[in-house]
């Protein structure tokens, strides 16, 4: 079964915790991003890979090449995944991050899976064009980041569902398209603008969709989980 990655979004450990008391034995692949790392720290990742869960760890830096160089080498070192930087950090960036994931990779473990952030699912064209002042289309401005990304040899991006159709097109078999943006039909789509269903992400051809609110505010979580795990493996 390929298992939906949880966004972990919860202010501390105790609210991680108590959302996974829902779930008993059962190995997750999570997201820990800036909400709960930046209070945790690493040992957050620690304590979730001890546990026995996947972990991709988002914080999508964004800075001068030699600085995410430098911060990738650390993250290296906490045995996750996947993480990712923003592609609009550029291609010597980019370049630098890959540089940095692979030195402090340690031998015999295995390269955590670096993927870059195109547009974000909160973006419409309209704020995109007005806010970033790129005159082109928003399917276009994502294919342009995709094909950037791939030519700084990283794995994948993360683009909306919406878009993983024109990108397959432009790049290599292997590379990846993770998608959040998933809102079952009927949920909440809070500050989401380009949304998919499970189902839809599944047929379009999605690698890996992220989950966050559905199933982190639902009132059974581990029901919402399993509903999202079936469609996202194709039956719905
Ligand atoms: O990099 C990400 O994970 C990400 C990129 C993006 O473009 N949009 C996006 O929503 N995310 C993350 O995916 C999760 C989506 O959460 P929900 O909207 O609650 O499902 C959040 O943790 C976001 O930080």
């Given at each position: 079964?390929?298992?939906?990655i949880?966004?972990?979004?919860?202010?501390?450990?105790?609210?991680?915790?108590?959302?996974?008391?829902?779930?008993?034995?059962?190995?997750?692949?999570?997201?820990?991003?800036?909400?709960?790392?930046?209070?945790?720290?690493?040992?957050?990742?620690?304590?979730?890979?001890?546990?026995?869960?996947?972990?991709?760890?988002?914080?999508?830096?964004?800075?001068?090449?030699?600085?995410?160089?430098?911060?990738?080498?650390?993250?290296?070192?906490?045995?996750?995944?996947?993480?990712?930087?923003?592609a609009?950090?550029?291609?010597?960036?980019?370049?630098?991050?890959?540089?940095?994931?692979?030195?402090?990779?340690?031998?015999?473990?295995?390269?955590?899976?670096?993927?870059?952030?195109?547009?974000l699912?909160?973006?419409?064209?309209?704020?995109?064009?007005?806010?970033?002042?790129?005159?082109?289309?928003?399917?276009?401005?994502?294919?342009?980041?995709?094909?950037?990304?791939?030519?700084?040899?990283?794995?994948?991006?993360?683009?909306?569902?919406?878009?993983?159709?024109?990108?397959?097109?432009?790049?290599?078999?292997?590379?990846?398209?993770?998608?959040?943006?998933?809102?079952?039909?009927?949920?909440?789509?809070?500050?989401?603008k380009?949304?998919?269903?499970?189902?839809?992400?599944?047929?379009?051809?999605?690698?890996?969709?992220?989950?966050?609110?559905?199933?982190?505010?639902?009132?059974?979580p581990?029901?919402?989980?399993?509903?999202?795990?079936?469609?996202?493996?194709?039956?719905?």
């Amino acid at each position: 079964m390929n298992r939906p990655i949880i966004a972990l979004d919860f202010p501390d450990r105790q609210g991680v915790a108590d959302f996974l008391n829902h779930f008993s034995d059962e190995k997750l692949y999570v997201k820990v991003g800036m909400e709960l790392f930046y209070q945790e720290g690493p040992e957050i990742v620690t304590w979730l890979k001890a546990l026995g869960h996947d972990i991709f760890l988002d914080l999508k830096l964004h800075d001068i090449p030699n600085t995410v160089e430098s911060a990738m080498r650390g993250i290296a070192k906490l045995g996750v995944a996947m993480t990712n930087v923003h592609a609009a950090g550029g291609q010597l960036m980019m370049e630098g991050a890959m540089r940095g994931l692979v030195a402090g990779t340690a031998e015999g473990q295995r390269r955590p899976q670096l993927i870059a952030v195109t547009q974000l699912t909160s973006t419409s064209e309209a704020a995109m064009q007005h806010d970033q002042l790129i005159a082109v289309g928003l399917a276009e401005s994502v294919s342009h980041y995709a094909q950037l990304t791939q030519a700084s040899g990283l794995d994948g991006v993360v683009c909306s569902a919406l878009e993983v159709s024109d990108i397959k097109k432009v790049t290599a078999n292997a590379f990846v398209c993770l998608t959040p943006g998933i809102r079952p039909s009927g949920s909440q789509v809070g500050d989401q603008k380009r949304v998919v269903t499970p189902a839809d992400a599944y047929q379009i051809g999605s690698d890996y969709i992220v989950v966050g609110r559905p199933i982190t505010q639902s009132e059974t979580p581990a029901t919402a989980y399993k509903k999202i795990l079936t469609e996202w493996n194709g039956d719905y």
